[in-house]
């Protein structure tokens, strides 16, 4: 069985493909999914959130999500206290739903954004990236998340460029044309991924 690690830059589209990839058996653990799993109702994390970050971080019994996220925007020690918090247990959650998965005889998406500049394309078998230019991106983004041209370069910029990522995809899924046109890529995608290991 393979760990296939799917990555892309901010509004490439890399959701529609983990939810077609789901679609064709494959086992789909996402980071996003993960990371708020860390941190949910009752949980050590969320616990040791409102020990380092105070009372006001957790609202409802949830984590507070605007108000952390306005500490740690422009403060980096607070962001590293954050992710010393998150990120050892998202590591955690993936891998277990990793083995579960491999265990079952499925082959495993490992959906992580941030798959490169976590240094992490060496813990899967292969790389696909969902690529999109820069330009749609920022079109994309904008329109998706309601932002200015500023604010959304901005978000695209703090990633690795989507330029460096494709250079350094295995498999390359392009996301420029419209959802019937990204269905078939997929599928192409698909169909090569699964004759290159059929099961001897």
Do not use: C
């Not at 749609?136 to 500023?150: A, G, I």
Request: hydrophobic share 40%; proline share 2%; glycine share 6%.
């Amino acid at each position: 069985m393979k760990v296939i690690g799917l990555t892309g830059g901010i509004a490439s589209g890399k959701s529609t493909v983990s939810a077609l990839l789901k679609e064709y058996g494959f086992a789909v653990v996402d980071a996003d999914v993960a990371s708020r799993t860390a941190v949910a109702k009752g949980t050590d994390g969320l616990k040791e959130v409102e020990k380092v970050f105070g009372e006001e971080a957790v609202i409802n019994g949830e984590m507070n999500r605007p108000y952390v996220g306005q500490l740690i925007f422009n403060d980096i020690e607070k962001r590293e206290a954050l992710n010393r918090i998150i990120h050892p247990r998202v590591r955690d959650i993936m891998e277990y739903e990793k083995q579960q998965a491999l265990k079952s005889g499925r082959h495993v998406i490992m959906d992580i954004p941030l798959l490169f500049e976590n240094h992490l394309e060496y813990t899967v078998d292969e790389v696909w990236v969902v690529y999109v230019d820069e330009e749609s991106q920022l079109e994309r983004l904008m329109k998706r998340n309601n932002l200015s041209y500023d604010a959304a370069a901005a978000r695209i910029h703090s990633q690795l460029s989507i330029e460096e990522k494709k250079k350094r995809a295995h498999i390359i899924i392009d996301n420029s044309g419209n959802l019937s046109e990204l269905e078939q890529q997929v599928k192409k995608v698909v169909e090569q991924f699964f004759e290159r290991n059929q099961k001897k």
